[in-house]
């Protein structure tokens, strides 16, 4: 295909000079090459300033910005201010790529005109094995009135069905600059990916998910993610629950805002399920009567309409189905096996055990 679209590669970088090389060969690989790769240096203190600097020595697509450590979101936002291609696409430096994800992002959002391109994931370890993977069938939408993008963000995007993650999408600049938008602190914010995809569908027209498996998502230890788990993040998904909502409000669609509780409902399914198992459907009652935009809900909603949301909320998101084919005498891996099923941070699970008999002649 004709390389007539510049790509933005935003890829910020924070003490990772054991990853960067992998991460850069595989942008610096790309069949498409016809990109600029901004390496946002936030404040790196081990090898990392040193590596971006010697590959903008001997790559003249390379753009290096050195800066005081802010963050993921500040270091992404640094990277958006220099861009100046028609598509952006945000990488994490501790990843790695398939060498034809920009050439296949690109040729789908120009076949098809669209303003977002999806893909899927596969995550490893750090020695390269494969832990599991994220894919589904190829998918293009279009939304044409609220309604249509309210069960689209509440039934598709906010149930994983294409994804949230910033390095899982490829994005129009000028839609970002449109909407004036930019990443929150994710110390402050819970899910900083997914709030800014959350403004960008707000007002995206139309998209394209391709089934392809494109993105290494490599989980080492002491990761965001990791750290996480030891936290107690509910009031970082409270600020993400109103910074939803300012974007909701932002973009005048009135139709979302009078049902933004049910979107509120998704976030608490998602992310703090830990806190619904331990206190209950009451205490999530609790919570958003006491949230400052309370105003907003519906006349006597708790009264009277809440426990029918739930109840109409749990057949509309779906379940992910696991299946565990085991045999003979493994009571003790399949216990293994189970807890650490439970751990996960999507809940929504129907766990079936295969189990055949041990034969004995």
């Keep these: ?31 498409y090459q016809n990109l600029e790769i901004i390496l946002v240096d936030d404040g790196s203190t081990d090898k990392s300033a040193l590596l ?3 590959f903008a020595e001997i790559d003249s697509r390379i753009y290096v910005i050195h800066k005081e450590n802010g963050g993921l979101g500040s270091a992404r936002n640094a990277g958006l201010e220099r861009a100046s291609g028609e598509y952006i696409y945000f990488l994490d430096s501790d990843d790695y790529i398939e060498q034809v994800l920009i050439e296949r992002a690109v040729e789908a959002l120009e076949r098809t005109e669209s303003d ?5 994931a596969v995550r490893e370890d750090q020695k390269g094995r494969v832990l599991y993977r994220i894919s589904s069938e190829e998918q293009e939408w279009e939304v044409s009135d609220p309604q249509e993008r309210f069960a689209f963000l509440l039934e598709r995007f906010l149930n994983y069905h294409i994804g949230w993650e910033a390095w899982i999408h490829v994005f129009r600049r000028d839609n970002i600059e449109e909407a004036g938008l930019r990443f929150a602190d994710e110390r402050v914010v819970y899910a900083e990916d997914l709030l800014f995809s ?22 080492r230890e002491n990761s ?4 996480n788990k030891d936290r107690n993040v509910l009031p970082r998904i409270h600020r993400l629950a109103e910074e939803m909502y300012l974007q909701i409000c932002n973009s005048q ?7 933004f509780h049910l979107l ?18 009451k205490w999530v009652r609790s919570q958003m009567e006491e949230m400052r935009w309370k105003e907003f809900f519906p006349t006597e909603y708790f009264s009277s309409q809440f426990a029918k949301d739930i109840k109409e909320y749990g057949a509309r998101c779906g379940v992910i189905s ?34 055949e008999k041990e034969v004995r002649l």
Excluded: T
């Excluded at 590669?9 to 690989?29: A, G, H, T």
């Excluded at 977002?116 to 899927?120: D, E, K, Y």
């Design 1 to 31: 295909m004709a390389e007539n679209k510049l790509v933005s590669v935003i890829i910020p970088i924070y003490n990772m000079e054991n990853f960067l090389v992998k991460c850069l060969d595989s942008v610096r690989c790309q069949s």
């Design 52 to 54: 971006c600097d010697c």
């Design 116 to 120: 977002w391109c999806g893909f899927w």
């Design 198 to 219: 959350f403004g960008y569908l707000l007002r995206a027209r139309k998209g394209v998910g391709l089934q392809d498996i494109l993105y290494h998502y490599v989980e």
């Design 224 to 227: 965001l993610i990791e750290k």
């Design 253 to 259: 669609n009135s139709y979302i805002k009078e049902r």
């Design 264 to 281: 509120y409902l998704s976030l608490m399914e998602w992310h703090a399920r830990p806190y619904i198992e331990k206190r209950g459907v």
């Design 322 to 355: 696991i299946l565990i084919f085991m045999g003979g005498r493994e009571e003790e891996k399949v216990r293994r096996l189970l807890d650490n099923i439970l751990q996960q941070s999507i809940q929504r699970l129907e766990v079936v055990i295969i189990w």
